[in-house]
Structures are given as structure tokens and as C-alpha cells.
């Protein structure tokens, strides 16, 4: 549970951690257009500095953020290896019985890298920073305007928080059930393809059935607490934004109109 990042809150006293969760999630919601406004390593490297210092001023630890990375790596090495057969395009960098890297390969990898890396330290920060229920209220503001759509902006919130809370909870799952596994003889590491995919399978059917289970046991446990989705609520929590998270979500907004300023000079 000590290697599990992405989805756990650190109970720590930051200015991050008392902001409004209502300006985290906007600002958020503004980082993320501005990292996928093409601007080059200039504007990551800006993005990047806002990373740190929002970081810095969390009091996380820069490890903590690193062990988010490590369900990514796979998907990242996967990335790299689809992007070497595919792109054909730059410089000749290295030949390889016959088969040829080209330059535009490795830095588009590299580009896609950078902004998921950024997008998971974000995500991480908010989710390390605000509680679970701060966060579903902070959710459900937000998404108040769109009622008159009837858009169900209270099981919408409620659902993100659940989804969120558990990410942790099913990745300890998952760790016990290969232990367990492996106590009785399944090899995960080992073995041909097909003896793999069975032990894959040895895996996945019983973390569904846990998954469902905790599910069930959840929902009987709101319904009773008397949890009705449709029924009005009364909140013992008042959520109000302070002089510190309209700064922030300014800083957010200068960050977008910087990479929207740093496109248009680029191009």
C-alpha cells in the first residue's frame, strides 16, 4: 500500500491542502488544456516549473509523485516500441539488422511521454491533496449549471469520488491475490505465453469478484445510511474560494493564455 500513489490522500498541512476544491479542479481543468496547446519543450518546460512549485508548495515528496509513474511504465515502453515501427519520418539515428530508427520516432515518444507524465503528477497533486469528500463537493458545484440539462451532477460527482477512493483499494487487491497465487504454485514471471495467459486468468477472475463484492457491500451499506440519489441534501460543510484559490485559478488561466501566445509565436 506504501508504493501506491495515484488515487491516495496525504493528510499533510499545505496551503494546497486547505485550498477549495472547487479552484483545484478548475485549475486543474486549465493545466490540462494547456498542456495539450503544441508548443514544444519550451512550453512543458514552463508547465513543468508550475508542476514543481505546486508541489513544493503540497509538501510532497518528489518520490511520491515518481511511484504514480510505475503502472504507466509499461504503457510508455509499449508506446516507444509502436512509434519505432511506425513513424518513418527525420534523421537515420541507428540501423538494426536491416530495420531503421528515425529521429522523429524517438522525439515524438518523447513528447507523448512528457505529457502524460505531466497529466499523472497533476492528477496525483489534486487526489493527494483533497479529500474524498471535498473533492465529490467540489465535483458537484461545478457541475450545478448543468442540472438544467439534467445532467445528474450529484451521482456524477459521487461516482468520480468512488471510482477515485478505490484505485488504491483494488491495486492492494491485486497485490494479495498474487501473493496468494503464487503460494500455490501460479508463476506470473515465467513460462510460455499461453501458461502466462492462465495465470493472468488466475488473476483477473478473482479481482472481478472482489470488485463486484466490494461494490455490493458498498451499495447496502449507503442504502442503510438512508442514501437516496434523487432526494435533496443538506451539506455540513460550506465550500467558499478565498483570495488564494482565485490566484490560483488565475495562475492557471495565465498559464493557458502563455501556451496559446507561445503556439501562435512558434507557428
Not at 226 to 252: E, W
Amino acid at each position: 500500500m506504501n508504493n501506491i500513489a495515484l488515487g491516495r490522500y496525504v493528510p499533510l498541512h499545505s496551503p494546497i491542502h486547505r485550498m477549495d476544491p472547487r479552484a483545484k479542479i478548475l485549475a486543474l481543468i486549465l493545466v490540462m488544456i494547456a498542456i495539450f496547446i503544441p508548443t514544444g519543450y519550451i512550453g512543458y518546460a514552463i508547465i513543468g516549473i508550475f508542476v514543481v512549485g505546486t508541489v513544493l508548495a503540497a509538501k510532497l515528496k518528489l518520490n511520491f509523485l515518481w511511484r504514480s509513474l510505475k503502472p504507466m511504465m509499461f504503457m510508455l515502453f509499449f508506446l516507444l516500441i509502436i512509434n519505432v515501427f511506425v513513424v518513418k519520418q527525420g534523421t537515420i539515428l541507428f540501423e538494426i539488422f536491416q530495420f531503421k530508427v528515425y529521429s522523429e520516432a524517438i522525439f515524438q515518444t518523447l513528447y507523448i511521454m512528457i505529457r502524460l507524465i505531466l497529466m499523472i503528477f497533476l492528477t496525483t497533486i489534486l487526489t493527494a491533496t483533497t479529500k474524498p469528500l471535498e473533492l465529490t463537493l467540489g465535483i458537484e458545484d461545478l457541475l450545478k449549471p448543468f442540472q438544467k440539462l439534467h445532467v445528474p451532477a450529484h451521482e456524477i460527482a459521487m461516482m468520480i469520488s468512488i471510482a477515485l477512493r478505490f484505485i488504491p483499494t483494488l491495486i492492494e487487491e491485486t497485490q494479495r491475490i498474487m501473493k496468494a497465487q503464487a503460494s500455490r504454485g501460479v508463476d506470473f514471471d515465467n513460462g510460455k505465453f499461453i501458461e502466462k495467459i492462465k495465470a493472468m486468468l488466475s488473476l483477473i477472475v478473482p479481482l472481478f469478484v472482489s470488485a463486484f463484492q466490494r461494490a455490493e457491500d458498498l451499495a447496502y451499506a449507503m442504502e442503510a445510511r438512508g442514501y437516496i440519489p434523487n432526494r435533496p441534501r443538506t451539506r455540513y460543510k460550506q465550500l467558499s474560494m478565498k483570495f488564494a484559490d482565485k490566484m490560483l485559478i488565475l495562475v492557471a488561466f495565465l498559464l493557458v493564455l502563455c501556451m496559446v501566445i507561445l503556439n501562435v509565436w512558434i507557428l
